[in-house]
């Protein structure tokens, strides 16, 4: 077996370097992925730094993965040699509990994300079972998709959790990997939407990524100005925020829903949820079954993200880059193993 190639972190926060390591026999039911692309997210950084919890060492990070099927598992199925494919969060599930039969593998409790006790994207090689390595539409340029794998289909679950309506008013805080994402599929999806920033400078950004109207998320008074207006705000940051104002921008029978990961405690009165029946809710990464529908239709409304593309052997360079805050939004690393 030819061993794979990839970067890893050897210590918490370490420069990443230069890993072999031998993958050992393909699974009846995996494919292996030769890695054209693969995204950074912040959950990358998270895995890389222990900020979550205390890693496994060495840590391959990456799962926002595109590439071809270059080798089929005896046992996989609806996958051919040279498709094109994308690999997000998640790699495998049990199959056979109640949430894997029933649709919802992404809350399997075997469910096996990619670079959690096994190596991720950040190699020449990726292997996954075949129902997490979905086929990628034509229509959607390789080289920019990845970060739909992961943070695309963040944003997106919630729009078919909660029936979002096109002609709901959808409120999106923090316009960056996730938010600008957030913003194109809220505007393709019909709705009007208003993109809350704590940055001045992201206004006319937001604005130009299809946003209606913006509003500060810092500004009191902003907030009570935007009191009322919300039918759904999905929050995508993970830092503190005035969740009291922010619930109060959503109209009676709103929704707040939360997909970036927040580690503080949440400071939230419960009156004006009880007032006016409005509901607090958040979600993960997507089952196989949204992404395949989140890439559909990314590739007929061309949402695709804002990428800034790096080498692979230029992946501290491109890490660097993310954690400064100066990304314009997502990173993107290009194999080149030769």
Request: net charge neutral.
């Amino acid at each position: 077996m030819t061993p794979i190639r990839a970067y890893a972190a050897h210590t918490a926060g370490a420069p990443l370097q230069r890993l072999d390591f031998d993958p050992g026999p393909l699974g009846d039911e995996d494919v292996e992925i030769t890695v054209e692309h693969c995204g950074i997210c912040h959950s990358d950084l998270a895995m890389i730094d222990s900020e979550w919890f205390p890693a496994s060492y060495p840590v391959v990070p990456g799962h926002e993965v595109v590439g071809r099927i270059t080798a089929l598992g005896p046992h996989a199925k609806g996958r051919q040699l040279g498709q094109r494919v994308g690999v997000g969060w998640h790699t495998g599930s049990c199959t056979h509990c109640n949430f894997c039969l029933g649709g919802e593998q992404h809350l399997c409790a075997q469910r096996q994300p990619t670079l959690i006790g096994r190596h991720g994207g950040f190699a020449d090689r990726l292997r996954s079972h075949w129902s997490w390595a979905i086929p990628l539409p034509d229509a959607l340029d390789p080289a920019a998709a990845g970060p739909l794998m992961c943070g695309g289909g963040t944003v997106f679950l919630p729009f078919v959790l909660h029936a979002v309506k096109p002609t709901d008013r959808v409120g999106v805080v923090g316009i960056g990997g996730l938010g600008h994402l957030a913003v194109k599929f809220a505007r393709a999806w019909g709705c009007e939407v208003t993109a809350f920033t704590s940055s001045a400078s992201k206004r006319d950004e937001a604005l130009a990524l299809g946003a209606h109207k913006t509003v500060s998320s810092v500004d009191k008074a902003e907030l009570k100005a935007a009191a009322g207006s919300l039918d759904f705000l999905l929050i995508t940051v993970g830092a503190a925020l005035n969740w009291d104002a922010l619930l109060g921008t959503l109209a009676p029978k709103g929704r707040m829903h939360l997909v970036g990961v927040v580690t503080d405690a949440l400071s939230l009165k419960s009156g004006g949820l009880l007032s006016w029946q409005k509901g607090l809710s958040a979600s993960p990464t997507p089952p196989p079954s949204v992404l395949a529908t989140m890439l559909q239709f990314a590739a007929r409304h061309q949402v695709l993200p804002q990428v800034e593309r790096f080498p692979m052997s230029r992946v501290n360079d491109a890490l660097e880059h993310l954690r400064s805050g100066r990304a314009r939004y997502r990173v993107v690393l290009d194999a080149d193993f030769g």
